[in-house]
């Protein structure tokens, strides 16, 4: 890996978003209002969902690999790379057609489907980015991650 500093934004980003689902659904739980923890776990699930996809782009654009048509073939190509397990980038590829739908098709997805998956996508995002250190021989970076919306220039990280 070239330049680490793409990759280590964007898992620190993965792992705030995974956290916040599991806190929601968890910790803070008892001190919100049932809409407001569905509006809450979706919104981190997404962002989770985002911050994996531009993870996995970060990854393969350092490593000048070919070039992806859609963002399930992402997570193929880390399997194909063997930075990740074939399994769980089977299940990452389909999880992004979530991403899809919520920004495409209906701004909004079924509260019963993410509280059903919600400890299966935690699960494989946390592997997915637990994957990505050892593959590259990273440290997991801080748990605190800026909500200034600062991101690493790409050009630097390709």
């Known amino acids: 890996m070239k ?8 898992i ?3 792992d705030r978003h995974v956290a916040r689902v599991r806190e929601t659904r968890g910790s803070r739980h008892d001190f919100l ?5 569905d509006d809450l776990v979706e919104h981190n699930m997404l962002r989770a969902l985002e911050s994996a996809i531009a993870l996995a782009e970060t ?6 690999w070919e070039h992806w048509d859609h963002h399930m ?18 299940r990452l590829a389909t999880s992004t ?10 701004d909004h997805l079924d509260d019963d489907y993410i509280e059903r998956h ?3 996508w935690t699960n ?35």
């Open 3 to 10: 330049d680490p500093r793409g990759t280590l934004y964007w």
């Open 118 to 120: 919600a400890e299966v």
């Open 33 to 37: 209002l049932q809409r407001e923890i």
């Open 59 to 64: 990854i393969i654009l350092d490593a000048g």
């Open 73 to 90: 073939a992402l997570f193929r190509m880390l399997a194909r790379h063997d930075v990740i397990d074939p399994d769980l980038s089977e």
């Open 12 to 14: 620190q980003r993965l």
């Open 124 to 158: 494989d995002l946390t592997q997915f980015a637990d994957g990505v250190l050892v593959a590259f021989g990273l440290r997991r970076p801080e748990p605190e991650c800026p909500d200034d919306g600062d991101q690493p220039d790409r050009e630097a990280v390709s």
């Open 97 to 106: 057609r979530l991403v899809t739908l919520a920004h495409e098709e209906f």
